[in-house]
């Protein structure tokens, strides 16, 4: 992926969600490109302040492959940032981006996936869909970065740690606005952690 452009269209799925309703803004304050914002119900998106032209909606559910693929025709780069059925949405949104040759994808697990945090012994059960979604998107032949958050938080520090796959992670918080700049890197420099699957905990 070397000499890559920013990416100038975007689709980001799961635009409700908690972590989405702040980074949305952040991103469209700090990249050139335009998003196309889904979820299954906008009614509850709020985008205050935001130059409604950097931006448009699509009601849609992410496990729909017809629909994914509409929402997917002329995009550079795709973000996924959802809860629920993890591992259908991760195996559909791979299909649908084949079948359209999107290849940038930005896609929200959670740490813990890989028992990787200090301390545990183990993976929690509750995070196996996690693991199976990052597991998918890792064989898939896609250029990912999987981010692997620790707990969000609404702190203004934007700074973060970054830990490999089989690294193990100590920290416990992030703020989403600093997966908003860590995002923003990618949008803006789309060969970045290409291929890596990524822990982000705060300084």
């Known amino acids: 992926m070397k000499n890559v452009q920013p990416a100038k269209q975007v689709l980001y799925i799961g635009a409700t969600g908690s972590l989405g309703q702040v980074v949305i803004p952040d991103l469209i304050a700090n990249t050139q490109a335009h998003f196309t914002l889904m979820a299954r119900n906008l009614d509850y998106l709020r985008l205050p302040q935001v130059d409604s032209q950097r931006y448009s909606l699509l009601p849609g ?72 979604a990052a597991d998918a998107v890792e064989l898939s032949a896609l250029d990912y970065t999987i981010m692997r958050p620790g707990w ?41 952690y290409n291929k890596q699957s990524v822990g982000l905990v705060r300084d």
């Open 152 to 192: 969000f938080d609404n702190s203004s520090d934007r700074s973060f740690t970054l830990f490999v796959k089989g690294e193990i992670i100590t920290g416990n918080n992030i703020s989403r606005l600093a997966l908003a700049t860590f995002m923003a890197q990618i949008i803006n420099q789309p060969a970045k």
């Open 61 to 132: 559910d992410a496990t729909n492959l017809a629909t994914l693929v509409k929402a997917m025709q002329g995009k550079d780069l795709v973000i996924v940032a959802v809860s629920g059925s993890m591992v259908k949405i991760a195996k559909t949104v791979i299909q649908a981006m084949q079948e359209t040759r999107v290849k940038r994808l930005i896609f929200v697990s959670s740490y813990g996936i890989y028992g990787e945090i200090t301390g545990n012994r183990g993976i929690n059960s509750m995070l196996m869909p996690y693991r199976e």
